[in-house]
Nanobody, 125 residues
Framework: QVQVVESGGGLVQAGGSLRLSCAAS????????MGWFRQAPGKEREFVAA????????GYADSVRGRFTISRDNAKNTVILQMNSLKPEDTAVYYC??????????????????WGQGTQVTVSS
C-alpha cells in the first residue's frame, strides 16, 4: 500500500519561509516522480513544483519560480519544498503527489497516482 504523507505546514508572516516535507512509502522512493500542488479556498488545485525520480529535472509554476525550491533525498525517502519570500496569495492546502508511470510527471495532475492528505499553509499580511 502506497502512502504519501506531508508535513511542515503552518502560519507565517508575509516575507517569511516554510519548509514542507513529503514521504512516500510502498516501493523504492527513487521509483516515484514527485510533485507539489496547492488548492486555495474557492479555487481549483494547481501545480506548484515537480521533480524527477533522480532529482535531475525540476519544474515550477511561474507564480513560485525563484521563491520556491523542490529537492529530494532518495536515501531518506523524502522530497522537500522550501518556500521563501512567502506571500498571502500562497495561502492554500499543499498536496504532495507521487507518480509511478513516468520518470518526470511535471504539472499534469493525471501524471500522479498517489496523493497525500494535504498540509495547510497560511501566510498573513
Amino acid at each position: 500500500q502506497v502512502q504519501v504523507v506531508e508535513s511542515g505546514g503552518g502560519l507565517v508572516q508575509a516575507g517569511g519561509s516554510l519548509r514542507l516535507s513529503c514521504a512516500a512509502s510502498g516501493r523504492t522512493f527513487s521509483g516515484y516522480a514527485m510533485g507539489w500542488f496547492r488548492q486555495a479556498p474557492g479555487k481549483e488545485r494547481e501545480f506548484v513544483a515537480a521533480i524527477s525520480r533522480s532529482g535531475s529535472n525540476t519544474g515550477y509554476a511561474d507564480s513560485v519560480r525563484g521563491r520556491f525550491t523542490i529537492s529530494r533525498d532518495n536515501a531518506k525517502n523524502t522530497v522537500i519544498l522550501q518556500m521563501n519570500s512567502l506571500k498571502p496569495e500562497d495561502t492554500a492546502v499543499y498536496y504532495c503527489a507521487a507518480g509511478t508511470r513516468l520518470g518526470y510527471s511535471g504539472s499534469r495532475q493525471d501524471g500522479y497516482d498517489y496523493w497525500g492528505q494535504g498540509t495547510q499553509v497560511t501566510v498573513s499580511s
